[in-house]
């Protein structure tokens, strides 16, 4: 982000020092190409994060991705909304491009589905003039959700992980109380041969 805002303060100073129509018509056209390589690297981070999910289906990881590039969408509506609107539309062009991946890792949680239609929703006109100030608050609620669904799984395997424990600790002494139950019946059968067989010579 820091290469991204020191960049943005380079395309200023440049436009300030420009002079003359000419040399003013040259300095826009560079700083729209600047923007557009600028808002392209930052986008292609986070596309590249985001397609590195496709594989892993890791929903959390997703949301995660996803909140990453709300705070972003923030912090560049401070420094530089055209670039912020740029950046959106990258990033928006690469989720519908991609919608049926992106659907299918969301499956179905609700709160990734959230996450996608937050960003995707976005407009980026609105974000060029600077109205989308309180996307930094959804960007927060969303990571919340993230950390939340984390959190969930680690303790949906632990109870997984206690509940095996407790049925193999219950196969264990189900396994020792009928091997004792059967030891006390050949104990049982053992004691009734003998007796049969000393009545037998007793002549019983």
């Known amino acids: 982000m820091k290469k991204i805002i020191f960049a943005v303060l380079a395309m200023v100073a440049i436009g300030f020092s420009a002079c003359g129509n000419k040399t003013q018509q040259a300095e826009a056209i560079d700083t729209a190409a600047v923007l557009d390589s600028i808002a392209s690297e930052a986008a292609q981070e986070d596309i590249n994060a985001i397609s590195a999910l496709f594989e892993s289906g890791d929903v959390a990881k997703l949301q995660e991705a996803l909140a990453t590039v709300k705070e972003k969408i923030a912090s560049l509506i401070k420094e530089n909304p055209e670039l912020a609107k740029e950046y959106v539309i990258k990033v928006q062009d690469f989720l519908k491009e991609n919608a049926d991946k992106v659907k299918a890792l ?12 937050a960003v995707t929703e976005v407009d980026p006109e609105a974000v060029a003039k600077g109205l989308l100030e309180q996307v930094g608050d959804a960007a ?39 091997q004792k139950n059967a030891a006390k019946q050949k104990t049982g059968e053992a004691i009734d041969n003998a007796a049969n067989k000393t009545k037998k010579a007793l002549g019983l």
């Open 140 to 178: 927060t609620e969303v990571k919340d959700a993230a950390v939340d669904a984390a959190n969930q799984q680690v303790e949906d395997a632990k109870n997984a992980a206690n509940q095996k424990v407790e049925e193999t600790k219950a196969a264990a002494e189900k396994q020792i109380e009928d």
């Open 106 to 117: 969301a499956g179905d949680s609700e709160a990734a589905v959230a996450a996608v239609a």
